[in-house]
């Protein structure tokens, strides 16, 4: 926040002993506006200097108040009320700032991340089993991270890390033997296979055979056999055709898609180098590092046929990240359910002796249920994301139908605030709270949603045109008189503008896009009482276009941090 910052440089010169870190941790935002814009608690200094905390806020608020002296800034006006001292930044200098600051095309952006890469794994479905809305989750919160690193100055490589290899081929391709239909296959591949799949767990519960044959299937695979493998390479193909147009309804992209099968040939080396540092032990036939000294029971890295398994491949393809993608950090954005091998994956990196494992980071989700059930791909019970988001279009369709845009653009603004209303839905909340997806909910215009905080953009947007037709723009700002005459609540907009982009820098910290998006509701919700409370567009010109510079500042915070969630801003509602 720079008033934040304003205070702490204020401040520093009178404070003995003190770094400007320590300061600004000290600082604090009071509770009531009467109380100022930032406090500065006196405990800690009234130890330092022996003296009561009341007079130390007393003797700073002389010391800042003299004018023209060396303590004074101008703008900030300081008020010792008991141990605190308040400070009360003046919305006409301070206002002014901040707005113009938050016009600028890439307010909230900062280089923190400068010169290093982070590589995200995101989305990765699995190939011939439905994009579930778990999968959503992760492209959502993995596409926001993304877009919030790269806004913190990293370089950005988002991977998705498909599920195009393990014993499931094998079933469906002795199920699409049995009982499959190549017309079928191509119209609906996803439903299709996963009919298949479906009912080839219902049939093999009694029938054994069925299992071997899958089995068989997948040996066959792997020692690439032809047949099997054009088989394969069939369901992968228009699998993830389903997927890429999933992707592009959300506007996710990726920069390299890469199989599990990537890491076939890469998963050998891994393994030597564990039995060459004699950290692979056997147990029941099977090889396994011990992590008991971590806390964790043993990862399994060969099983007792010799096969690989789900850790051995996500060892390989930390070490690709690391040495061929030359990652300085991973993040991997995968339900909770998967902590337990994720933490056993880093440990036996560590043991391994890489120590750039410290810069691997699982980043856990809680679960998505629909009307509170959970999904299972083996009994069928998935529902399919497409639909989902056909079915949230189709709903912000009859409101957009409703209003006065042109047939054309409603259909436009529909799938900007259907698809937008999942996506915020998704992400309002802490990432490891579980979701009720509760579509109706998330699509209402009022309310902690994305509709919301879009409708309230494009408010923005249409009392900005309105200005123009009346001849008035920001454009008519005469120096430092904009703000003079703002209001609370013109001022609390103007606050939390400032404090955007430490909400884009917590967002990062804590990998964490809820972060920003409850700013954004908080946002939306300050200009709305502005809006309210007072009119935009009076007789007066300064008055007016200093309204407007304050609701093209809004409306500026808003665009970027949808865009940073992945949200679409259209201009009319
Ligand atoms: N395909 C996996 C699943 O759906 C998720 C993969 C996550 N990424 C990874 N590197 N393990 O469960």
């Given at each position: 926040?720079?008033?934040?910052?304003?205070?702490?440089?204020?401040?520093?010169?009178?404070?003995?002993?003190?770094?400007?870190e320590?300061?600004?941790?000290?600082?604090?935002?009071?509770?009531?506006?009467?109380?100022?814009?930032?406090?500065?608690p006196?405990?800690?200094?009234?130890?330092?200097?022996?003296?009561?905390?009341?007079?130390?806020?007393?003797?700073?608020?002389?010391?800042?108040?003299?004018?023209?002296?060396?303590?004074?800034?101008?703008?900030?006006?300081?008020?010792?009320?008991?141990?605190?001292?308040?400070?009360?930044?003046?919305?006409?200098?301070?206002?002014?700032?901040?707005?113009?600051?938050?016009?600028k095309?890439?307010?909230?952006?900062?280089?923190?991340?400068?010169?290093?890469?982070?590589?995200?794994?995101?989305?990765?479905?699995?190939?011939?089993?439905?994009?579930?809305?778990?999968?959503?989750?992760?492209?959502?919160?993995?596409?926001?991270?993304?877009?919030?690193?790269?806004?913190?100055?990293?370089?950005?490589?988002?991977?998705?890390?498909?599920?195009?290899?393990?014993?499931?081929?094998?079933?469906?391709?002795?199920?699409?033997?049995?009982?499959?239909?190549?017309?079928?296959?191509?119209?609906?591949?996803?439903?299709?296979?996963?009919?298949?799949?479906?009912?080839?767990?219902?049939?093999?519960?009694?029938?054994?055979?069925?299992?071997?044959?899958?089995?068989?299937?997948?040996?066959?695979?792997?020692?690439?056999?032809?047949?099997?493998?054009?088989?394969?390479?069939?369901?992968?193909?228009?699998?993830?055709?389903?997927?890429?147009?999933?992707?592009?309804?959300?506007?996710?992209?990726?920069?390299?898609?890469?199989?599990?099968?990537?890491?076939?040939?890469?998963?050998e080396?891994?393994?030597d180098?564990?039995?060459?540092?004699?950290?692979?032990?056997?147990?029941d036939?099977?090889?396994?590092?011990r992590?008991?000294?971590?806390?964790?029971?043993?990862?399994?890295?060969?099983?007792?046929?010799?096969?690989?398994?789900?850790?051995?491949?996500?060892?390989?393809?930390?070490?690709?990240?690391?040495?061929?993608?030359?990652?300085?950090?991973?993040?991997?954005?995968?339900?909770?359910?998967?902590?337990?091998?994720?933490?056993?994956?880093?440990a036996?990196?560590?043991r391994?002796g890489?120590?750039?494992?410290?810069?691997?980071?699982?980043?856990?989700?809680?679960?998505?249920?629909?009307?509170?059930?959970?999904?299972?791909?083996?009994?069928?019970?998935?529902?399919?994301?497409?639909?989902?988001?056909?079915?949230?279009?189709?709903?912000?369709?009859?409101?957009?139908?409703?209003?006065?845009?042109?047939?054309?653009?409603?259909?436009?603004?529909?799938?900007?605030?259907?698809?937008?209303a999942?996506?915020?839905?998704?992400?309002?909340?802490?990432?490891?709270?579980?979701?009720?997806?509760?579509?109706?909910?998330?699509?209402?215009?009022?309310?902690?949603?994305?509709?919301?905080?879009?409708?309230?953009?494009?408010?923005?947007?249409?009392?900005?045109?309105?200005?123009?037709?009346?001849?008035?723009?920001?454009?008519?700002?005469?120096?430092?008189?904009?703000?003079?005459?703002?209001?609370t609540?013109?001022?609390?907009?103007?606050?939390?503008?400032?404090?955007?982009?430490?909400?884009?820098?917590?967002?990062?910290?804590?990998?964490?896009?809820?972060?920003?998006?409850?700013?954004?509701?908080?946002?939306?919700?300050?200009?709305?009482?502005?809006?309210?409370?007072?009119?935009?567009?009076?007789?007066?010109?300064?008055?007016?276009?200093?309204?407007?510079?304050l609701?093209?500042?809004?409306?500026?915070?808003?665009?970027?941090?949808?865009?940073?969630?992945?949200?679409?801003?259209?201009?009319?509602?």
């Amino acid at each position: 926040m720079r008033i934040l910052e304003a205070a702490a440089d204020t401040l520093m010169p009178h404070v003995p002993g003190l770094s400007r870190e320590d300061l600004m941790a000290l600082l604090e935002l009071p509770p009531r506006p009467e109380m100022g814009d930032i406090a500065f608690p006196c405990f800690t200094l009234a130890k330092i200097l022996r003296m009561s905390p009341a007079t130390i806020a007393i003797d700073f608020a002389d010391k800042l108040n003299i004018p023209g002296s060396n303590a004074s800034v101008e703008g900030i006006r300081a008020v010792a009320l008991g141990s605190y001292l308040n400070l009360f930044f003046e919305p006409k200098i301070w206002g002014l700032r901040i707005a113009t600051d938050a016009t600028k095309p890439k307010y909230g952006s900062s280089h923190a991340g400068y010169g290093k890469r982070v590589v995200i794994d995101l989305s990765s479905p699995n190939i011939a089993k439905p994009f579930g809305v778990g999968h959503l989750r992760s492209t959502v919160i993995g596409s926001a991270l993304a877009n919030l690193y790269a806004a913190c100055g990293w370089d950005v490589v988002k991977v998705n890390h498909i599920g195009d290899w393990g014993t499931q081929f094998g079933k469906l391709m002795e199920a699409y033997r049995l009982w499959g239909n190549e017309d079928k296959l191509a119209i609906e591949p996803i439903r299709e296979s996963l009919r298949l799949y479906v009912r080839f767990h219902e049939e093999a519960e009694g029938n054994p055979a069925l299992v071997d044959a899958g089995r068989d299937w997948f040996r066959r695979l792997e020692q690439g056999d032809p047949e099997a493998e054009r088989l394969w390479r069939y369901f992968v193909g228009v699998s993830m055709e389903e997927f890429e147009r999933v992707y592009a309804r959300l506007g996710v992209t990726f920069d390299h898609t890469l199989g599990e099968s990537f890491y076939n040939d890469k998963m050998e080396p891994v393994v030597d180098e564990l039995r060459a540092k004699g950290i692979l032990e056997e147990s029941d036939g099977a090889q396994v590092v011990r992590l008991e000294e971590e806390g964790l029971p043993p990862c399994l890295i060969l099983k007792s046929n010799g096969t690989t398994i789900y850790p051995t491949r996500d060892l390989a393809t930390a070490i690709y990240r690391k040495t061929v993608m030359d990652a300085d950090r991973m993040l991997y954005v995968v339900g909770a359910e998967q902590a337990l091998h994720f933490d056993q994956v880093f440990a036996v990196l560590r043991r391994l002796g890489h120590e750039w494992a410290v810069n691997c980071e699982h980043v856990p989700f809680g679960l998505m249920k629909i009307q509170g059930k959970k999904m299972s791909t083996r009994k069928g019970k998935v529902v399919f994301l497409d639909e989902v988001l056909d079915e949230a279009v189709q709903k912000a369709l009859e409101a957009a139908s409703k209003s006065n845009l042109h047939p054309d653009e409603a259909i436009h603004v529909a799938e900007a605030v259907g698809i937008g209303a999942v996506i915020f839905g998704d992400l309002r909340g802490n990432r490891m709270s579980e979701i009720d997806f509760a579509l109706d909910e998330m699509l209402r215009f009022e309310g902690d949603t994305g509709p919301y905080v879009q409708y309230t953009h494009a408010r923005t947007v249409r009392l900005i045109e309105k200005g123009k037709a009346a001849g008035i723009t920001s454009l008519h700002l005469d120096g430092l008189e904009v703000f003079s005459s703002v209001s609370t609540d013109g001022w609390a907009c103007l606050k939390t503008i400032d404090s955007f982009p430490d909400a884009v820098r917590d967002a990062v910290r804590l990998n964490e896009p809820s972060v920003v998006a409850r700013h954004l509701l908080d946002l939306a919700k300050t200009f709305n009482r502005f809006y309210r409370n007072e009119r935009i567009l009076t007789n007066d010109t300064t008055e007016s276009a200093s309204r407007l510079h304050l609701t093209e500042a809004v409306g500026a915070v808003l665009r970027i941090g949808l865009g940073l969630l992945g949200l679409r801003a259209p201009e009319r509602m």
